[in-house]
């Protein structure tokens, strides 16, 4: 059974850092391109970022790039976010999720159950 | 960007209604068009990618269509488990949109 599992999440003041985990079981992660998706309170979904398989292509959605950075580890099946710079619209849930393998799709097929990110003062 | 909007943004029906969703892209994602379904306090679920395709395990009575600009999730017959909120979201290119979602409630 696909398990993604994040953590991480906390409540962090305007300027701060912190950094996500996504701990993945039960599937070959180190085939699969993964993202960061984030949903704040009461909106839509809004896609974060995403690393290929190898590490090799990373993207970043123009809200978070030059404060973001995405990474993984293979060998120990997890996936990262390292966020620096925090501003209260990024007060979220964070989920990760795996990259469909149908390149005909580019779609998030499973995703964990989000850790949420709270920026205040 | 490419911006996806979904109409209407919430609807209710009865149980065994037909219940139709569009969704518009701003320009052409020829069929990179997915669309997901979520429950309160719950991560998305994937319904169908690649505009009609349904993911392993979701029920028969979801399909999808379209091309190009418009697409549309279709419910055959409403359940009651089916009351969620629903998100299109496109695949053509980086970034990744999301439409804003629609939310089903059940009469």
């Known amino acids: 059974e696909v398990q993604l599992v994040e953590s991480g999440g906390d409540l962090v003041q305007p300027g701060g850092s912190l950094r996500l985990s996504c701990a993945a079981s039960?599937?070959?992660?180190?085939?699969?391109?993964m993202n960061w998706v984030r949903q704040a309170p009461g909106r839509g979904l809004e896609w974060v970022s995403y690393?290929?398989?190898?590490?090799?292509?990373?993207n970043y959605a123009d809200s978070v790039k030059g404060r973001f950075t995405i990474s993984r580890d293979n060998a120990k099946n997890s996936l990262s976010l390292q966020m620096n710079s925090l501003r209260a619209e990024d007060t979220a849930i964070y989920y990760c999720?795996?990259?469909?393998?149908?390149?005909?799709?580019?779609?998030?097929?499973?995703w964990g159950q989000g850790t949420l990110v709270t920026v205040s003062s | 960007d490419i911006q996806m909007t979904q109409s209407p943004s919430s609807l209710s029906a009865s149980v065994g209604d037909r219940v139709t969703i569009t969704c518009r892209a701003s320009?052409?994602?020829?069929?990179?068009l997915n669309w997901y379904q979520q429950k309160p306090g719950k991560a998305p679920k994937f319904l169908i990618y690649?505009?009609?395709n349904l993911q392993s395990g979701v029920p028969s009575r979801f399909s999808g269509s379209g091309s190009g600009t418009d697409f549309t999730l279709t419910i055959s017959s409403l359940q009651p488990e089916d009351s969620a909120i629903y998100y299109c979201?496109?695949?053509?290119?980086?970034?990744?949109?999301f439409g804003q979602g629609t939310k089903v409630e059940i009469k």
């Open positions: 690649a505009t009609s």
């Open positions: 039960g599937f070959t992660f180190s085939i699969y391109g």
């Open positions: 999720a795996t990259d469909k393998l149908d390149l005909a799709a580019r779609a998030f097929d499973y």
């Open positions: 979201q496109q695949g053509y290119s980086t970034p990744r949109t």
């Open positions: 320009q052409s994602i020829t069929r990179y």
């Open positions: 690393i290929s398989s190898s590490g090799t292509t990373i």
